[in-house]
């Protein structure tokens, strides 16, 4: 009789990495919980170093790590021949805690509202840990987490149901040295970080190559012949990018290249918590910076380019479960990393945003008590932004709720007028034959894309998710988040061509390579419908009869490569 075969072993993949213990002591904890680990030594790599064994504590899957203050560097597990997923650790001010299934009620508008935690944001005049300190000590409730770069701090308040939670609320918020009250909306654990995907279905069904819209290949092509050539090379500069998602399935083709460590030199590096199916949010939007492009159903831009380019850092990273507040702690942190730019597909809408028909928006919905909060933490985070690091910027998803994108009583973030936010709606192939790519009609607007003419710029609104097949395409994902980090992926390449271009210059030169979508509104068309910021003569050589003037922007990565290394002699 043959014996079975032996069970192959299970992959080494870290699934959780967060702060744990007291978040505001001087000596960080890390809890690191990881799948597949086996009995017998384990190495804990901090990059290129080995953690020494005594401040590594094991208690079955989960490991405590006690670290010292330093820098963010990625951490991943050896143990035998088998290598993890590396993880960010980022070791920053900034950590906040999520609640869990018994720290959360339902409000008014039935959404799922956190019960005893709360974040406060102190007037910039004080002392922000003195003062909530103090708050803390007068409402008999305990400071457990903070941003400290933006003066938040969060509070565990003694609220046993909504009605003490409300009423220390209103104390809470008619303290003098109190800006803002931060009142988090979101699941427990898990919540929605990034927009809802939408299912591609009859008409609306996507082509096979909805990136030929926005010269992806020949954006990658060009890189790839032009950095590195004989004559005139360009000298390049690494970047990293900050993804706000949640996580990255490496049992995927498309990121088994990441395991272990990885020296960005030259090559794309990702840094990820492991998910448990290809095809999540995270998976699919990291994969369109950084999937291998041959072997599985996503292509990575950034990944595209290694050997010509200087190396780019993909950081996925989402600070822990707890909501908005969470999104802003980890963008905090990334940015004191040295990200120089951050990918946010994600957003909210206030309760009874209309869309465009009228109708209310169905999706990612917050309560005006929470949603003013968050208006205030976001303006605290940009106004840090442009103080401190005036040289990152933010590039964020439009939404998908068919709604206007710019109206703050309706959306955030995308409704802040900031340099450093660029906004991104989503289109889809027309199908419309005999038309060329830098046709207007080569595109349609996708419905369901926020419009407006705080969105900048559209892009591809679909693509395909990843698989556990080698060489297999998934099914196609479609929404504004995808958008997103096709024009983070080529403002990344932009910037390693020419590190002196700031934000304002970045937008500047994506809509002076854009090409068009739809009609010629002349400005103002009679329905305030416009799909971005019309193209103005300067945008067009001050031309006033260029055709593409008025008509809204869509992406073209090649061109606007093409204009970084332009750029390199007229902005220094």
């Given at each position: 009789?043959?014996?079975?075969?032996?069970?192959?072993?299970?992959?080494?993949?870290?699934?959780?990495?967060?702060?744990?213990?007291?978040?505001?002591?001087?000596?960080?904890?890390?809890?690191?919980?990881?799948?597949?680990?086996?009995?017998?030594?384990?190495?804990?790599?901090?990059?290129?170093?080995?953690?020494?064994?005594?401040?590594?504590?094991?208690?079955?899957?989960?490991?405590?790590?006690?670290l010292q203050q330093g820098p963010g560097v990625p951490v991943w597990l050896e143990q035998?021949?088998?290598?993890?997923?590396?993880?960010?650790?980022?070791?920053?001010?900034?950590?906040?805690?999520?609640?869990?299934?018994?720290?959360?009620?339902?409000?008014?508008?039935?959404?799922?509202?956190?019960?005893?935690?709360?974040?406060?944001?102190?007037e910039e005049k004080h002392d922000g840990r003195e003062e909530a300190e103090r708050l803390a000590a007068k409402y008999g409730a305990k400071v457990v987490g903070a941003i400290a770069p933006l003066n938040v701090f969060q509070l565990r308040l003694p609220a046993k149901d909504l009605v003490q939670r409300?009423?220390?609320?209103?104390?809470?918020?008619?303290?003098?040295?109190?800006?803002?009250?931060?009142v988090e909306e979101s699941a427990p654990e898990k919540g929605e970080e990034g927009e809802?995907?939408?299912?591609?279905?009859?008409?609306?069904?996507?082509?096979?190559?909805?990136?030929?819209?926005?010269?992806?290949?020949?954006?990658?092509?060009y890189y790839r012949r032009r950095v590195p050539a004989k004559q005139a090379p360009i000298p390049t500069t690494p970047v990293r990018i900050g993804v706000i998602e949640r996580n990255?399935?490496?049992?995927?083709?498309?990121?088994?290249?990441?395991?272990?460590?990885?020296?960005?030199?030259?090559?794309?590096?990702?840094?990820?918590?492991?998910?448990d199916k290809p095809d999540n949010h995270g998976s699919t939007v990291a994969g369109i910076l950084a999937a291998h492009h041959q072997r599985g159903g996503n292509s990575g831009f950034l990944q595209a380019l290694d050997d010509a380019g200087p190396g780019f850092e993909v950081i996925v990273e989402r600070n822990s479960d707890a909501g908005i507040i969470a999104n802003v702690a980890a963008s905090v942190n990334l940015v004191e990393d040295g990200a120089r730019v951050l990918n946010w597909s994600w957003g909210i809408h206030r309760v009874g945003a209309k869309n465009v028909e009228g109708d209310e928006v169905d999706s990612l919905i917050r309560s005006g008590l929470a949603m003013s909060g968050y208006e205030e933490l976001l303006e605290e985070f940009f106004l840090w932004l442009r103080r401190e690091h005036p040289d990152v910027v933010v590039i964020n998803s439009a939404g998908n709720g068919a709604a206007?994108?710019?109206?703050?009583?309706?959306?955030?973030?995308?409704?802040?007028?900031?340099?450093?936010?660029?906004?991104?709606?989503?289109?889809?192939?027309?199908?419309?034959?005999?038309?060329?790519?830098?046709?207007?009609?080569?595109?349609?607007?996708?419905?369901?894309?926020?419009?407006?003419?705080?969105?900048?710029i559209t892009a591809s609104a679909c693509a395909h998710a990843s698989t556990l097949g080698?060489?297999?395409?998934?099914?196609?994902?479609?929404?504004?988040?995808?958008?997103?980090?096709?024009?983070?992926?080529?403002?990344?390449?932009?910037?390693?061509?020419?590190?002196?271009?700031?934000?304002?210059?970045?937008?500047?030169l994506l809509r002076r390579s854009a090409m068009t979508i739809g009609g010629d509104y002349d400005f103002e068309?009679?329905?305030?419908?416009?799909?971005?910021?019309?193209?103005?003569?300067?945008e067009r050589n001050y031309e006033l009869d260029d055709k593409d003037v008025g008509r809204s922007a869509r992406l073209d990565m090649q061109k606007a490569l093409d204009l970084a290394v332009q750029s390199r002699d007229r902005v220094r």
């Open positions: 009789m043959i014996a079975p075969l032996a069970q192959a072993e299970e992959a080494l993949r870290i699934t959780q990495l967060q702060r744990c213990g007291d978040l505001l002591a001087d000596s960080p904890e890390y809890c690191l919980r990881a799948n597949g680990l086996a009995e017998g030594e384990l190495r804990v790599h901090l990059g290129d170093k080995t953690l020494d064994a005594a401040r590594v504590r094991r208690d079955g899957p989960t490991l405590r790590l006690s035998g021949e088998r290598r993890s997923n590396p993880v960010w650790l980022s070791r920053g001010r900034s950590q906040v805690v999520a609640a869990g299934p018994d720290e959360v009620a339902k409000n008014m508008d039935g959404l799922t509202t956190y019960l005893d935690l709360v974040g406060l944001l102190i409300d009423a220390l609320l209103l104390r809470l918020g008619s303290e003098a040295s109190v800006d803002a009250v931060i809802r995907q939408e299912v591609p279905s009859g008409p609306s069904e996507p082509s096979d190559d909805e990136w030929a819209a926005n010269r992806f290949a020949d954006a990658v092509n990255v399935d490496f049992d995927a083709p498309d990121f088994a290249d990441y395991l272990g460590n990885c020296r960005p030199q030259r090559r794309t590096c990702l840094y990820a918590r492991d998910a206007f994108s710019g109206t703050d009583e309706y959306r955030l973030p995308s409704s802040f007028i900031t340099d450093q936010l660029l906004v991104v709606g989503g289109h889809q192939r027309s199908q419309k034959s005999g038309v060329g790519v830098d046709d207007p009609e080569y595109v349609i607007k996708r419905s369901s894309s926020n419009i407006d003419m705080r969105v900048d080698e060489g297999e395409r998934g099914e196609a994902h479609c929404g504004t988040s995808y958008a997103t980090p096709m024009v983070t992926g080529v403002v990344a390449a932009m910037l390693s061509i020419n590190p002196e271009l700031q934000p304002d210059q970045l937008r500047m068309p009679m329905d305030a419908e416009d799909l971005t910021a019309p193209i103005l003569p300067s």
